[in-house]
T-cell receptor
């Protein structure tokens, strides 16, 4: 069964809305979670690494004030897309690493959130 | 140049065919290697890890050549259900305890009846 739960799976909202996406590890503690974005016909691009109890580490070109990440507990990380615009429409996927099972699965992925900004 | 390069395809093959995907990576510090499968509008799922000694899982065989920085995936007796995008993925340590997965753009496979 799923070990990482991501919610919501689909969001459609108006331009200017802020959207929060949750990522939960279900049966393990994740000190590190990852947020990816995938545009159509492109690969997953890492946006940021979410660290429990400390600031997220953002990849080059990703605006930290636009994509707010909070990792307040060992099982939950949230990504908030602030004042979303149509160009933010994408497939957002989170993942978490379980140190106990790394050799079998380097990262467990959530089901993804398809965000559409009108 | 992308850190992980793949032929985007599509590869259109008949059922039962054998198909091979190739991937190259540019950073010699890459530590571990994987093939993932991604179905349309879904999250990627781990297909198999890749080792220098080669590894096989049923109809799937993966191979790593560290000297050439080249990774391959062979699918034998392809099934309709194999139709998906196959992602070549490398894992690299960026200092400290952080390992990152770097994804290739994926190769689209369409198995035809």
């Amino acid at each position: 069964g799923a070990v990482v739960s991501q919610h919501p799976s689909r969001v459609i909202c108006k331009s200017g809305t802020s959207v929060k996406i949750e990522c939960r590890s279900l049966d393990f503690q994740a000190t590190t979670m990852f947020w990816y974005r995938q545009f159509p016909k492109q690969s997953l691009m890492l946006m940021a690494t979410s660290n429990e109890g400390s600031k997220a580490t953002y990849e080059q070109g990703v605006e930290k004030d636009k994509f707010l990440i909070n990792h307040a507990s060992l099982t939950l990380s949230t990504l908030t897309v602030t004042s979303a615009h149509p160009e933010d429409s994408s497939f957002y996927i989170c993942s978490a690493r379980d140190p106990q099972r790394y050799s079998n699965q380097p990262q467990h992925f959530g089901d993804g959130t398809r965000l559409s900004i009108l | 140049r992308k850190e992980v390069e793949q032929d985007p395809g599509p590869f259109n093959v008949p059922e039962g065919a054998t198909v091979a995907f190739n991937c190259t990576y540019s950073n010699s510090a890459s530590q571990s290697f994987f093939w993932y499968r991604q179905d349309c509008r879904k999250e990627p799922k781990l297909l198999m890890s890749v080792y220098s000694s080669g590894n096989e899982d049923g109809r799937f065989t993966a191979q790593l050549n560290r000297a050439s920085q080249y990774i391959s995936l062979l699918i034998r007796d392809s099934k309709l259900s194999d139709s998906a995008t196959y992602l070549c993925v490398v894992n690299r340590n960026y200092g400290g305890a952080t390992n990152k997965l770097i994804f290739g753009t994926g190769t689209l496979l369409a198995v035809q009846p």
